[in-house]
């Protein structure tokens, strides 16, 4: 079945230090591919997404791009701050009812 | 500002009780979804609904019952019969367009038991 599979963490990191988070995807067909980040005792926002293969999606610093071929879609950013200390999730979409997948999330901690 | 509220933020239910869940959303979206989120784990779909007065079961719909009789309303009960409800609540909707359609996220409802 369809499904996502996410780095573990807890991740903890230095201030302006590089960040991936790795995210592969099982799925039927083509998804489309999303990351999301939880900030404590709040709801998901969406960071970025991407809908076809080769697609780079972007936002606020971050940068994941949708590779076919290695069925990955793992988030970057260059210099992480201590405003990014969240939990990040990434998800798929299928055609079927808009269905999400979610991987299990990835907890951040940027320290000072 | 258009978005998903949920009320409320926290919520108390006793043994044997049933309990209801509101989630409301003035985004003109078609599709709303509940989902479940315990701690370390990633989030488990309990209802879903693509339009008004018809809606399906997620992969944990035991012991959880919904309605759709509006556009804009999508509210969750947990009924006695769940018997581990403690957990973070998430509503989320879509204009339920397809697989290339963001689903937006309300800012939950934590359920604990008494």
């Known amino acids: 079945g369809d499904s996502v599979t996410q780095m573990e963490g807890p991740v903890t990191l230095s201030e302006e230090a590089f960040l991936t988070i790795n995210c592969t995807y099982t799925?039927?067909?083509?998804?489309?591919l999303f990351w999301y980040v939880q900030y404590p005792g709040e709801g998901l926002q969406l960071l970025l997404k991407?809908?076809?293969?080769?697609d780079k999606g972007s936002n606020k610093g971050f940068e994941a791009t949708y590779r076919k071929e290695t069925t990955s879609f793992h988030l970057e950013k260059g210099s992480v701050q201590v405003s990014d200390s969240a939990v990040y999730f990434c998800?798929?979409?299928?055609?079927?009812?808009?269905?999400?997948?979610f991987g299990t999330g990835t907890s951040l901690t940027v320290i000072p | 500002d258009g978005g998903i509220t949920q009320s409320p933020k926290y919520l108390f239910r006793k043994e044997g009780q049933n309990v209801t869940l509101s989630c409301e959303q003035n985004?003109?979206?078609?599709?709303m979804y509940w989902y479940r989120q315990d701690p370390g784990q990633g989030l488990r779909l309990i209802y879903y609904?693509?339009?008004?007065?018809?809606?399906q079961k997620g992969d944990i719909a035991e012991g959880y019952s919904v309605s759709r009789e509006k556009k804009e309303s999508f509210p969750l009960t947990v009924t006695s019969a769940q018997k581990n409800p403690t957990a973070f609540y998430l509503c989320?909707?879509?204009?339920?367009?397809?697989?290339?359609?963001?689903?937006?996220f309300g800012p939950g409802t934590r359920l604990l038991v008494l």
């Open positions: 985004l003109n979206h078609d599709a």
């Open positions: 609904s693509q339009i008004v007065n018809d809606f």
């Open positions: 799925a039927t067909g083509y998804p489309s």
């Open positions: 991407a809908t076809k293969a080769d």
């Open positions: 989320a909707s879509s204009t339920g367009g397809g697989r290339q359609e963001t689903q937006y």
């Open positions: 998800a798929l979409s299928v055609t079927t009812g808009n269905q999400f997948y």
